[in-house]
């Protein structure tokens, strides 16, 4: 149970969605983190990286992302039925290198649009104390919505995330950022540990007083769908000729804030956009479809439209577009569970992706979403499996296909699977997870030193 006393604040919840990051701190005592540093030395020096493997190595850890401050920043900002996503990695910075470049984390090696609202968390944490010395992460404020970088590093805003042992900071999961110099004797180590929304929001789900926030178009819509999942009402004067001019720019800011503002006036700003996703530019196509996102219901015939269109960019963007519109899509399910044979695997997987968040008419979604589970390509094969998590219980007749996934030699395909299963939660689903846990359990205490 959360403790509603350390959700989010106002300014904190403002200050993640202007800057990307925010850093709490444990309330676990310093001889813990001082255990859990010890424990990570020896398990490095035995065994080398557990990757994922890291929980059930130090179960320790478990009780980290259970600290009340921490939950209560999670739920604010993923609601209340976050979960803990399969991915985790150990970032050890070695005494004496020289850091890391900049980068985002990728998907697994695969291309994804990149989704600007808060669906997916990463925690940065840090079991000793880090300083500008042993090289802390540093991050980019406020680049989570931006591909590319500034022209100069001059015009970057680069900073370090320092604090005490037990530190942990919340992130966008695509905030530039990189590892810096660790310029002492001693490692440092960073859990990097992911968290997933699951629903979409309907009401504010941190401790909310402020009913309005004006961050520019881009971070007050954001605040809004936080709000409760709806966009700002149009803009009076959207200046559509100038907008519209402004979606063409070779500056990825001015096209995204051009793109927002277009998608914040409502149907007015729909034809411009629609035209734009059309684009022979694959940059312009991507901010169209965060524009038609935006946009809402208002969008959706020109969305459904653009699904079949001959290039494969505009139909993977605009799957992606009525996906990130949740319920307001709904009347899209039908057209999205037909992609389910594009011969394209960036429509396919984003048609899978949609089909979760909108999680709606599960008689035409859940067996589109069962057949996706055999599909060539991995990331759709995953992303089905996550998006059958949302349907829970009505897409019990997706646990024959989600058994066999279980078998699946992509590790996330086999993980999103099991959470699927946890989520549908009927008996066979149940039945089916236990199986498969029970052959693939884990003993963190047996090493090669100590086998039985």
């Not at 979409?200 to 954001?222: I, M």
């Not at 389910?340 to 599960?362: M, S």
Request: a negative charge.
């Amino acid at each position: 149970m959360v403790d509603q006393r350390l959700l989010l604040t106002d300014a904190q919840m403002q200050h993640f969605l202007q800057h990307g990051y925010l850093t709490l701190k444990t309330q676990l005592p310093a001889a813990f983190h001082q255990e859990i540093y010890r424990r990570t030395e020896e398990v490095f020096a035995k065994e080398g990286n557990p990757g994922n493997n890291i929980l059930p190595r130090i179960p320790e850890l478990h009780q980290v992302f259970a600290d009340p401050v921490l939950s209560g920043g999670l739920a604010s900002l993923l609601g209340p039925s976050y979960i803990m996503h399969s991915h985790r990695h150990c970032h050890i910075n070695p005494a004496g290198s020289q850091g890391g470049g900049w980068h985002k984390d990728s998907y697994w090696g695969f291309h994804k649009v990149r989704s600007h609202r808060t669906r997916w968390v990463m925690i940065f944490y840090y079991p000793q104390d880090t300083t500008l010395d042993n090289g802390p992460t540093a991050v980019m404020p406020g680049t989570q919505c931006y591909e590319q970088r500034a022209a100069s590093e001059a015009d970057e805003v680069h900073l370090p995330v320092c604090g005490e042992a037990g530190t942990a900071t919340l992130v966008h999961f695509d905030l530039w950022h990189r590892a810096s110099a660790n310029q002492t004797a001693n490692n440092r180590y960073m859990m990097k540990f992911q968290f997933t929304r699951m629903e979409e929001p309907t009401a504010p789900c941190w401790n909310h007083q402020q009913a309005e926030w004006h961050d520019g178009v881009v971070g007050s819509q954001r605040w809004q769908w936080h709000l409760g999942g709806q966009a700002a009402p149009p803009a009076a004067d959207p200046a559509l000729p100038a907008l519209t001019r402004a979606l063409g720019d070779r500056a990825e800011p001015v096209r995204l804030k051009a793109a927002y503002a277009l998608g914040a006036a409502g149907r007015a700003g729909v034809p411009a956009l629609a035209q734009a996703l059309g684009s022979q530019a694959k940059e312009i196509q991507l901010d169209a479809g965060y524009g038609l996102a935006l946009a809402g219901r208002a969008a959706v015939p020109a969305l459904i439209e653009a699904l079949g269109h001959a290039d494969e960019q505009a139909r993977g963007c605009a799957a992606y577009a009525l996906g990130d519109m949740g319920a307001q899509a709904s009347e899209a399910v039908g057209p999205l569970a037909r992609l389910a044979t594009d011969p394209a695997p960036f429509v396919r997987c984003h048609a899978a992706e949609a089909l979760g968040t909108i999680a709606g008419q599960p008689e035409s979604a859940v067996p589109a979403l069962a057949g996706l589970l055999a599909d060539e390509d991995a990331q759709t094969r995953f992303n089905a499996a996550y998006a059958l998590a949302r349907f829970g219980a009505r897409a019990d007749e997706a646990v024959p296909a989600l058994a066999t996934a279980l078998k699946d030699s992509n590790r996330y395909v086999r993980n999103h699977s099991a959470e699927a299963l946890r989520h549908i939660a009927t008996p066979s689903a149940q039945q089916t997870l236990l199986d498969f846990l029970l052959v693939s359990r884990w003993c963190p205490i047996t090493t090669k030193e100590s086998t039985f």
